[in-house]
């Protein structure tokens, strides 16, 4: 069973950075082979994706983040990380991570959640 688990979230002022990091575990997970992403929600709306990045490499950033935001895979942790810069009050939210299964880590076609960590910001 896939398990992920959030950290590094807190409360900051805008303008300031954060660096969120999802720790992956799971027999026999090859969780570099399985496609990863970042979401955000915030009460009263949808849960919003943020970041993803591909098994290839291939990486994109929702508008609001493009160019504030860095994702990343820490391969000797397990982990990916979301560096966070320039924050804005818009970017308050519960942050989460989600793994899709590929048959290399966890089920494939099985989405994976962890079970967030929350992020505020303050102007």
């Known amino acids: 069973q896939v398990q992920l688990v959030e950290s590094g979230g807190d409360s900051v002022q805008a303008g300031g950075s954060l660096r969120l990091s999802c720790l992956i575990s799971?027999?026999?997970?090859?969780?570099?082979?399985?496609?990863m992403a970042w979401y955000r929600q915030t009460p009263g709306k949808e849960r919003e994706r943020v970041a993803f990045?591909?098994?290839?490499?291939?990486?994109k950033y929702s508008g609001p983040v493009e160019g504030r935001f860095t994702v990343s895979r820490d391969n000797n942790k397990n982990a990916i990380l979301l560096q966070m810069n320039s924050l804005k009050d818009a970017d308050t939210g519960t942050y989460y991570c989600?793994?899709?299964?590929?048959?290399?880590?966890?089920?494939?076609?099985?989405?994976?959640w962890g079970k967030g960590t929350q992020v505020t910001i303050s102007s």
């Open positions: 799971g027999s026999g997970c090859t969780y570099s082979r399985a496609p």
């Open positions: 990045i591909d098994p290839d490499g291939t990486i």
């Open positions: 989600q793994l899709r299964g590929s048959g290399y880590c966890g089920h494939y076609g099985s989405i994976y």
